[in-house]
């Protein structure tokens, strides 16, 4: 068996358009159409492998969605030998290497943990999720990621049902047909993505439809449960600070594809070899002239502008109608400038154009929907460009120049497609897999390539010895027909002039025949050439990248563009894919104007359910020492007589969600124990006061009478103890005014010298500013701004409560040994274990993803002794550890990647003893 054949309909299987969603005969067999690890190699947890592709790049944060994957529902959506345990599976392939090597390529993911955002075809009744729960409204969610306006690209994908590769099969020559669905990392479609307001019943709701080529591709909607999708939103450049300029270029996008996906045709014999017909600037600009004339124009202007799009030449697939579309709202403003002033039309057509576009909003049947077989594009508003809005390279400055040669997505031509596959699939630039080892394989796998690259530049020897032999054979044919002795003399010169042609052909076959021999006579030693070169280990993928580059500059010359019409060309599914990958050795924006940020993994409804809510954390209560009143001015503990020593107090405050016996607990200053508390519980939320005295025989219902608190107004202290003889509040007070009540929020002002010289400051429990407490009030040992691991004396005991931790400033300087190492800026909270027993660690309460790595002994070199990601199926996290009495540890407060940051609410909590 060959080991790769691409005939042209292989190639419209790499270049995407595709609607189908089986799997080949060839895939089959080789144990890849229903996913799993039937080709060898066990399937096991993402954590069990290195991370590879995800944790290259992080994006702008997207909406967290409500929803998650219910992996019983996707198993059976797409079966497999070993049953997919973690989503990440699904948007990964496990590859098999000769050399008995098994590595997980992170192909569909983005840097960021999964983000599930359900779709349906349809509303009503039959609208359910995997939970059996109605939701009514198909799109409902998407509407949350995507309001009425915004525009986005949905990356169609097979690779759920292709999530094995077995490079060590191709390399002993079996099912090289198999690479077909891996070779255009499965990305096979893409739909444009806009967000709108439309009907459902007799109300108005934010929905979302997508744009196709074809038209009536999916009826404007997205497709079935297994044929998913990634969404993603564009991404303007650095330079383009004005946010309001992104909200008129999406505008500005958002008409040009309403326009252009209402005038444009796709080619039905779809192959791959149809040219990128606006494959540069110019020309982008000369078919947006083409398209307004097609909506707009009049007469003979406008038939000849509709029958450019019906020539093969101008015929537009998918990804080109997302190519062409952006381009041209990147490049051409809809306003007067952009259109008139510009020599692109006329006053007049410009001004019926925008008339169009007008009564398209107001709900008139026009252009742009009655040449849609989309229904839902009546949907879509139209928008006019402001005035002053110029094309987006003018906003470059000093990079102006550069800018204007580029369009949305750099064109592609075939060895760069290629290259993509093999950066994705065969990662040699991560040397945790080998890096460089990596290189036989690659050599293998691009050799294997060949003959279906030689069909796609039009270079296949078989493809014009057919030509030849069914020349000949039509002449053969009519000379045999000719020998007819009664034939009359008109069908002999009728027969006589149809072999004239057919030896023509024939003729014009066999010379292009031998020019495409002569050709390949060349090509083959480059071909040898580059396969040899990238076969070939290197010192360093760096060292391997610089030699090959003038293979690569010298490949693309010859694989196109091979003349005007943009053959050679191609911007396929996959460009999109690689774009918001940002695989593209360091360029952000992968060449083009905009870049693409992640925005989630698209999922049928039916395969999700609502995250369950966390379970509540146990009850823990958190009582401290919230006020003092040591000079008290009046009758405040409601004896009916005011004594300066009675009427002073104290208050507790439960402010856990446990109730606590205070048996054995007590109040002391620094010479003796002032009260000691018996039979009296504090319920959660709960306060008592603890006054001095009272007259003889005056009870409190709630409240407590001590025998004395012996508070000095020129300067004492109060600490709460607990049972264990533990701090648990502790109040400090220099000389005082009559009634001036001493609290913990005077405490926290008065001691935020002490809190900056620990080195937390940004760092904060509910309630203080400026600064983490211990319940008693002194420092807790934690990071610093700089150094997540900077110290500052013996750490203190970590106290039960809720703490609240800001990660913005931090750096990711220790990695965790789970949560893909934990990418995000850490806090390091130092403490000293006050007793032998287990605590909780929860950071539920939290919105961010976190992870939770605990060390014991020193903190940048001591051991990792637990870790935890994810806890309870929710993106937060928990650990529950054994601490020993007199250790110190360290407990890393990090998130999974760098685009989570901010507050983090830490629960501490202790088995009781």
């Known amino acids: 068996m060959r080991w790769l054949i691409l005939s042209t309909v292989a190639l419209s299987l790499i270049l995407g358009c595709d609607d189908g969603d089986e799997a080949s005969p060839a ?24 991370c590879v592709g995800k944790c290259d790049w992080i994006g702008e944060a997207p909406i967290e969605s409500r929803y998650v994957v219910d992996l019983d529902v996707v198993n059976q959506i797409w079966p497999g030998a070993q049953p997919v345990t973690h989503v990440d599976q699904l948007f990964s392939v496990l590859i098999n290497l000769p050399t008995g090597q098994v590595l997980r390529a992170a192909s569909h993911l983005f840097g960021a943990p999964v983000n599930v955002i359900p779709y349906h075809d349809e509303d009503g009744e039959q609208v359910i999720d995997a939970a059996g729960q109605p939701v009514i409204q198909g799109d409902a969610e998407l509407s949350i990621f995507f309001p009425p306006g915004s525009i986005g690209y949905a990356i169609k994908h097979h690779r759920p049902a292709h999530r094995v590769l077995d490079f060590g099969a191709l390399a002993q020559g079996a099912g090289a047909d198999a690479l077909k669905e891996d070779m255009k990392l499965q990305d096979t479609h893409i739909e444009l993505v806009v967000g709108v307001e439309r009907p459902l019943g007799d109300q108005q709701v934010n929905g979302v439809i997508t744009l ?57 014999d779809y192959n791959g070899g149809d040219p990128l017909a606006a494959w540069s600037p110019g020309l982008v600009r000369e078919h947006t002239r083409q398209m307004v004339l097609a909506v707009a124009g009049e007469g003979p202007a406008q038939a000849d502008a509709v029958a450019f799009f019906q020539s093969q030449a101008h015929m537009i697939y998918c990804a080109e109608l997302g190519h062409v579309a952006t381009s041209a709202g990147l490049l051409v403003p809809i306003n007067r400038a ?67 040669a580029r369009l949305a997505f750099r064109p592609l031509t075939m060895p760069e497609i290629v290259e993509g596959f093999l950066k994705t699939h065969i990662p040699r630039n991560d040397a945790r897999l080998g890096g460089e080892q990596l290189a036989p394989v690659q050599g293998a796998v691009l050799q294997a390539l060949k003959p279906g690259l030689m069909e796609a530049m039009g270079m296949d020897d078989s493809l014009y010895v057919s030509m030849v032999d069914r020349a000949t054979a039509e002449v053969q044919a009519l000379e045999e027909d000719l020998l007819e002795p009664e034939l009359s003399e008109i069908t002999r010169g009728i ?10 052909r024939q003729a014009e076959a066999k010379a292009q025949l031998e020019v495409v021999r002569a050709k390949r ?21 760096e060292a391997f990248r610089a030699a090959l580059a003038p293979l690569m500059t010298q490949a693309r010359g010859i694989a196109g563009p091979r003349d005007d019409s943009g053959a050679g060309l191609f911007v396929p599914p996959s460009a999109l894919h690689l774009v918001a990958q940002r695989s593209c050795d360091g360029d952000d924006r992968c060449g083009g104007l905009i870049g693409l940020n992640y925005v989630g993994h698209g999922f049928h409804m039916s395969a999700v359910r609502l995250v369950e809510p966390p379970p509540p954390p146990p009850p823990v209560a958190i009582v401290t020492l919230t006020q003092v009143m040591p000079r008290p001015g009046a009758d405040y503990n409601g004896d009916g007589v005011f004594d300066p ?111 900056a010289a620990c080195g937390v400051e940004g760092v904060q429990r509910r309630g203080c500013a400026n600064g983490l407490w211990g319940a008693w009030g002194a420092c807790v040992e934690a990071a610093s701004l700089l ?40 806090v390091a909270l130092a403490f000293t274990a006050s007793h032998s027993g287990r605590a909780h660690l929860r950071t539920i309460n939290t919105t961010l993803d976190t992870v ?33 009495e007199g250790e110190v540890y360290h407990l890393f407060i990090d998130t999974y990647s760098i685009n989570h940051v901010g507050p983090i609410t830490l629960t501490v909590a202790f088995d009781a003893e």
């Open 27 to 50: 895939q089959a067999d080789m144990g890849l159409g229903g996913g799993g690890g039937e080709a060898g190699g066990e399937d096991v947890d993402p954590e069990g492998l290195p």
């Open 645 to 755: 020593r009675q009427d002073e107090y104290a208050v507790l405050h439960n402010m856990g969600t446990g109730a606590q016996d205070l048996t054995g607990w007590s109040l002391s200053d620094d010479v003796k124990t002032r009260h000691e508390f018996d039979g009296v519980t504090l319920q959660p939320g709960e306060m008592i006061f603890i006054f001095g005295g009272a007259v003889e025989g005056f009870t409190l219902s709630n409240d407590v009478i001590s025998r004395g608190l012996g508070l000095n107004d020129t300067g004492d202290a109060l600490t709460l103890w607990d049972a264990n003889g533990q701090p648990q509040g502790r109040l400090a007070w220099p000389r005082v005014a009559v009634d001036q009540l001493i609290t913990q929020a005077d405490i926290c002002a008065e001691g935020q010298q002490q809190i």
């Open 787 to 826: 150094d997540a691991c900077a110290e500052v004396g013996a750490p203190a005991p970590l106290m039960a409560g809720e703490y609240v931790i800001d990660n913005t400033p931090m750096g990711n300087r220790y990695p965790a040994s789970c949560g893909m190492g934990a990418q995000g800026g850490e």
């Open 495 to 504: 027969l006589r002039e149809q072999a004239q042609a057919a030896r023509a």
């Open 212 to 268: 196709n080529n074809p038209q009536n591709y999916q009826r404007g909607r997205f497709g079935s449960a297994d044929y998913p999708m990634i969404f993603v939103r564009p991404a303007f450049p650095d330079y383009l600070e004005d946010v309001s300029l992104h909200l008129a270029f999406e505008d500005n996008i958002r008409t040009m594809m309403l326009a252009f996906n209402a005038v444009s045709t796709f080619p039905g």
């Open 338 to 404: 952009g259109l008139v002033e510009s020599g692109l039309i006329s006053e007049a057509t410009y001004q019926r154009f925008i008339d169009i576009l007008t009564a398209h909003n107001d709900g008139l049947r026009t252009p742009l929907t009655e040449r849609n077989d989309n229904s839902y594009a009546q949907y879509v508003k139209a928008a006019i460009a402001p005035e002053d809005l110029r094309p987006l390279p003018t906003y470059a400055g000093a990079a102006q120049a550069d800018e204007e």
């Open 852 to 884: 939770l790595h605990l060390r014991r002994g020193a903190c940048a070199e001591g051991e990792e002794i637990a870790c935890n990601d994810d806890i309870d199926g929710v993106l937060q996290s928990g650990l529950s550890v054994e601490l020993v």
């Open 521 to 541: 006579a060349a090509i083959d030693g480059f071909y040898n050439q580059l396969v040899a070169l990238v076969a070939t280990p290197h010192e360093s993928y």
